[in-house]
C-alpha cells in the first residue's frame, strides 16, 4: 500500500474519534484509539494483498533488440520461459484498410495525434522518415513508404476486416512451422488485441520466433536452409563454399608460365614430405 493512501486512510478513521468514559480526556483517547484502529486495520488489510509480482506478458518479460543480423530488430526473452506461457496481450497501435482495391493507410495515420505519430516514428525505423502530416506535407512517396510498412509489419484481423501494427508483436521476426517457437492469434472483436503463447521453453536471451502464414515472403526462415528463399540458399551454400576452400600454404612459391606471367605454384617444394592428398581433402 502506498504511503499517501496509508495516511489518508489514516485520517479518515481518526475522523471518527469514538466515545470515551472520560469526558476531560476525550480528544487525547479519541486520537489514541484511532490510530490503533487504523494499525489494526492496516495490519489486516497486509494480510489479505497478494505480494507484488512483476508482470508476466509484453515489456514485462520481452525486450527489443539488435539481432546483429540481417534481421536488425528482434524480440527477446528476458527470463526463461516455460512452454505455453503467454507472453504477449497488447492492443493495436494504428490499424487501418490494406485490401488490394482500396487502401486507407493515409487516412488513418493523419487521424493520429501528434503525439501518436511520433510514437510511432521512434517505435519503428522504417517510419522515421515519414512525414508527419499537417503542416509537414504527406507527399505519393510518404503514402506508399506507408503502405509497405502496413504490408510488411501488419497482422490481420480474423475476418481480414482491417490490418494491425503492434508495438511489441510487430518486431517479431519469422520463421517456418517446424522452427517457430511461438504461435499467434488475434482477437475478432474490438480492439484486436494480438496474443503470443509459446510453444517452446526459451531461455533467458533467446529470441522469439513466430511464423507468419504469409503467402508471399521477401524472406525464408531465420533459422533453417529449407525456409530460406532461393537467394538466400544460393548465398548461404557460396558463403559455405568460401569457408571450405583451403587457406593458401606460406611455402608455396611464385612460378612462371610460358607467356612469362607468374603464377602461384600449386606444388609443394620436394623436402616437405608432410604434404599429401590427404591433407587437401581433410583441409
Not at 507468419?212 to 540458399?233: D, V
Not at 614430405?273 to 591433407?279: F, H, I, L, P, R
Request: aromatic share 10%; proline share 5%; net charge positive.
Amino acid at each position: 500500500m502506498a504511503m499517501d493512501e496509508e495516511r489518508h486512510l489514516r485520517i479518515r478513521i481518526a475522523a471518527r474519534p469514538p466515545e470515551s468514559r472520560y469526558s476531560w480526556s476525550s480528544g487525547k483517547k479519541a486520537f489514541v484509539n484511532a490510530w490503533t484502529q487504523a494499525d489494526i486495520f492496516l495490519s489486516e488489510v497486509r494480510a489479505k494483498a497478494k505480494p507484488t509480482t512483476r508482470p508476466d506478458r509484453n515489456f514485462g518479460v520481452l525486450y527489443i533488440h539488435e539481432t546483429e543480423t540481417k534481421r536488425k530488430l528482434g524480440v527477446f526473452a528476458g527470463f526463461s520461459l516455460p512452454k505455453g506461457h503467454r507472453i504477449i496481450c497488447e492492443r493495436p497501435a494504428f490499424s487501418c484498410i490494406q485490401w488490394k482495391g482500396k487502401k486507407t493507410a493515409k487516412e488513418e495515420w493523419l487521424k493520429l495525434s501528434l503525439q501518436q505519430r511520433l510514437e510511432m516514428r521512434v517505435w519503428f525505423r522504417k517510419l522515421r522518415t515519414l512525414a508527419l502530416g499537417g503542416t509537414d506535407t504527406f507527399t505519393k512517396s510518404d503514402k506508399k513508404q506507408l503502405e509497405a510498412f502496413v504490408s510488411d509489419y501488419a497482422f490481420w484481423d480474423p475476418q481480414r476486416a482491417k490490418a494491425h501494427i503492434y508495438r511489441l508483436t510487430s518486431h517479431i521476426n519469422h520463421a517456418c512451422r517446424s522452427c517457430a517457437n511461438a504461435e499467434l492469434w488475434v482477437d475478432s472483436e474490438d480492439p484486436n488485441k494480438i496474443n503470443v503463447k509459446l510453444v517452446r521453453d526459451v531461455e533467458k536471451d533467446g529470441e522469439i520466433f513466430i511464423f507468419y502464414n504469409k503467402k508471399k515472403l521477401p524472406f525464408g526462415c531465420a533459422l533453417c536452409p529449407e525456409g530460406r528463399t532461393l537467394c538466400g540458399r544460393i548465398r548461404a551454400f557460396i558463403d559455405d563454399f568460401g569457408a571450405r576452400r583451403p587457406a593458401p600454404r606460406a611455402d608455396e612459391g611464385d612460378s612462371t608460365s610460358d607467356d612469362g606471367s607468374k603464377t602461384a605454384s600449386r606444388k609443394p617444394s620436394l623436402p616437405d614430405s608432410s604434404y599429401s592428398e590427404k591433407t587437401l581433402v581433410d583441409s
